[in-house]
């Protein structure tokens, strides 16, 4: 059994896959290491090896490494960056400094299609990539994400305050808000969906029709309706580790 895991800045996303023929045996979300190891032990399946992609400091990163060699007496491998990978060349100034779960979604959207595409990650972060049919990673671009823009929201104002249940159902419709918590989830989620059409309109201006248009991460949903031809992958950074971080 091998343990994968993608820490984002919000919440870490693990599953257990069987080493043979790459069956996803168990899976979830948690918000802490502790969640973590509690949800993995629950399993019972005690994997032999981990592999993880991480953005969290090189700290947090290792603590998560000991806690869980300490706890499951796993070998454990950690995405690195690299230049050049599986046909892909990064393409920033510095390599290093393009965020590892990015250069593993982009891997992973190109290995998938062979062909010129951009990856949208919606996370705390929503980031875009944009790979030509070539392999060139032309660059991309970082912007706030869902969580980001609804807490700076409430944390810079004095009169915008709701719980996250309602939230939830504020979503129900993208018509204007009649009331705070509507008028700011709709707002920032119609930001998300502008964005997202702004990428479509430079993949066409360097590609016209010729690429796939890749969404993924937790909030990946909220745009899905304004790119109905967009390949919805929610294990895009998986299919990326394997590539970077190989068992065999
Ligand atoms: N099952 C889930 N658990 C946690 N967050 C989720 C889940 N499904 C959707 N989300 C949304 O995903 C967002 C976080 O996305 P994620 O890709 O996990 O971020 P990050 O990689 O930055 O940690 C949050 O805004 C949250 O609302
Ligand atoms: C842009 C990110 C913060 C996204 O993180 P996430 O939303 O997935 O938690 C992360 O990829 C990162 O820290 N990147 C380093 C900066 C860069 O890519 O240029
Ligand atoms: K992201």
Known sequence: MILELD???????????????????????VDSDKALLLAVE??????????????????????????????FSLEVKKAGPAQELAGVRNGYENFERLGLDRW?????????VSSACVVIDLGTAVTSDFVSADGEHLGGFICPGMPLMRNQLRTHTRRIRYDDVSAEQALSSLAPGRATVEAVERGCT???????????????????????????????????????????????????LAIACPLD
């Open 190 to 240: 119609l930001m998300l969906q502008g964005f997202v059409l702004t990428q479509v309109e430079q993949a066409k201006a360097l590609w016209g029709e010729d690429f796939t248009l890749f969404i993924t991460g937790g909030d990946a949903a909220l745009v899905r309706r304004v790119v109905p031809s967009a390949r919805s992958v929610p294990d895009l950074v998986f299919v990326g």
């Open 42 to 71: 629950k399993e019972g399946l005690s994997p032999k090896w981990c592999r993880l992609v991480s953005v969290r400091t090189e700290d947090e990163t290792n603590a998560l490494v000991t806690a869980l060699r300490a706890a």
């Open 7 to 29: 820490c984002g800045n919000s919440f870490i996303k693990w599953r257990i896959i069987r080493r043979i023929d790459k069956v996803v045996m168990a899976g979830g979300v």
């Open 104 to 112: 593993l979604a982009l891997l992973g959207g190109y290995h998938l």
